[in-house]
């Protein structure tokens, strides 16, 4: 997720600890929020681990974007949640869902950029 100024956190449904350790080996430890369901009481689509994750950025949920690649537990849970998203297609696999606002990226540096 990206709150004002470029702050930057992570949501999961896996547990913190396990989420923050699983970043750090992958060389992406520079988020500023890790929120994990165990963290937030809940897992997505709640809204609960989205609003975590705003309030660990200090932002408020319509100034925040939520990128992932879950129609339900991420696109809609973010949407619900009342923050901005975009659904992450690298294989265009939902590109058919009916209703959906979906966005196709190849590659995070498309909304980064």
Same mark, same amino acid.
């Given at each position: 997720?990206?709150?004002?100024?470029?702050?930057?956190? &992570?949501?999961?449904n896996?547990?913190?600890?396990?989420?923050?350790?699983?970043? *750090?080996? $992958?060389?992406? =430890? #520079?988020? @500023?929020?890790?929120?994990?369901?165990?963290?937030?009481?809940?897992?997505?689509?709640?809204s609960?681990?989205?609003l975590?994750?705003?309030?660990?950025?200090?932002?408020?949920? &319509?100034?925040?974007?939520?990128?992932?690649?879950?129609?339900?537990?991420?696109? *809609?849970? $973010?949407?619900? =949640? #009342?923050? @901005?998203?975009?659904?992450?297609?690298?294989?265009?696999?939902h590109?058919?869902?009916?209703?959906?606002?979906?966005?196709?990226?190849?590659?995070?540096?498309?909304?980064?950029?």
């Amino acid at each position: 997720m990206l709150g004002p100024a470029g702050v930057s956190g &992570a949501v999961s449904n896996n547990v913190e600890s396990y989420q923050r350790d699983k970043l *750090q080996a $992958a060389g992406l =430890a #520079g988020f @500023q929020c890790v929120i994990g369901s165990d963290s937030a009481g809940a897992p997505k689509p709640h809204s609960a681990p989205f609003l975590a994750g705003c309030a660990a950025l200090k932002s408020l949920p &319509a100034h925040t974007l939520y990128i992932g690649d879950n129609p339900i537990n991420d696109y *809609q849970g $973010a949407m619900d =949640a #009342g923050l @901005q998203s975009v659904l992450l297609d690298r294989a265009s696999f939902h590109k058919n869902f009916p209703g959906w606002r979906v966005k196709a990226l190849g590659s995070l540096r498309t909304v980064l950029s």
